[in-house]
Antibody, heavy 117, light 106 residues
Framework: HVQLVESGGGVVQPGRSLRLSCAAS????????MHWVRQAPGRGLECVAI????????LYADSVKGRYTISRDNSKNTLYLQMNSLRPEDTAVYYC??????????WGQGTLVTVSS | EIVLTQSPATLSLSPGARATLSCRAS??????LAWFQQKPGQSPRLLIY???NRATGIPARFSGGGSGTDFTLSISRLEPEDFAVYYC????????FGQGTKLEIK
């Protein structure tokens, strides 16, 4: 049973940093690429970052490039998203997702990030 | 950026009816299109990948079609649990999602 549990969300002031974590279980984490996808309140979905199974390849949306860093620790079955220089428009629920067929196939429940002064 | 436009914005149908949702891409995405379902307070669920392939455990009443710029998601006979918001997503150039179609009970 695939399980993805995000944590680390909260309220943060503009310009500050936050690190999200995603604990994976129920599958061979080190064999799968992983995605971070966000959803602003009442809005649609936006893919923000993707990492390959071994962590060597990382891709970012233009809206977060240079501010966000995706990483993983396969020994801990954990995915991370370091978010720096946060802006009010980064406010969203952040989901981690396992990649199958090159799309996010299994999603966590999400963690809410609110950027506000 | 490839923009996906979904129509209609809202679709009102009765249980047992057939639903057809549309997704149009601003540029050719080949068959690199997926469909997701999202219910209130839940995370999205993958239904279809690469235009017409059902994901694991997805009922056969869900089917996808199309290629290039025009795609459809069909639900043959609506069950009460099918009423939700549906998103399309392309992966031909980065990953972008449509704005969603809300399928509501008539």
């Amino acid at each position: 049973h695939v399980q993805l549990v995000e944590s680390g969300g909260g309220v943060v002031q503009p310009g500050r940093s936050l690190r999200l974590s995603c604990a994976a279980s129920g599958f061979a984490f080190s064999n799968y690429g992983m995605h971070w996808v966000r959803q602003a309140p009442g809005r649609g979905l936006e893919c923000v970052a993707i990492i390959s199974y071994d962590g060597r390849s990382k891709l970012y949306a233009d809206s977060v490039k240079g501010r966000y860093t995706i990483s993983r620790d396969n020994s801990k079955n954990t995915l991370y998203l370091q978010m720096n220089s946060l802006r009010p428009e980064d406010t969203a629920v952040y989901y981690c997702a396992r990649e199958q067929w090159l799309v996010p196939s299994d999603w966590g429940q999400g963690t809410l990030v609110t950027v506000s002064s | 950026e490839i923009v996906l436009t979904q129509s209609p914005a809202t679709l009102s149908l009765s249980p047992g009816a057939r639903a057809t949702l549309s997704c149009r891409a601003s540029r050719n995405v080949g068959s690199y299109l997926a469909w997701f379902q999202q219910k209130p307070g839940q995370s999205p669920r993958l239904l279809i990948y690469d235009a017409n392939n059902r994901a694991t455990g997805i009922p056969a009443r869900f089917s996808g079609g199309g290629s290039g710029t025009d795609f459809t998601l069909s639900i043959s006979r609506l069950e009460p649990e099918d009423f939700a918001v549906y998103y399309c997503q392309q992966r031909a150039n980065w990953y972008t999602f449509g704005q969603g179609t809300k399928l509501e009970i008539k």
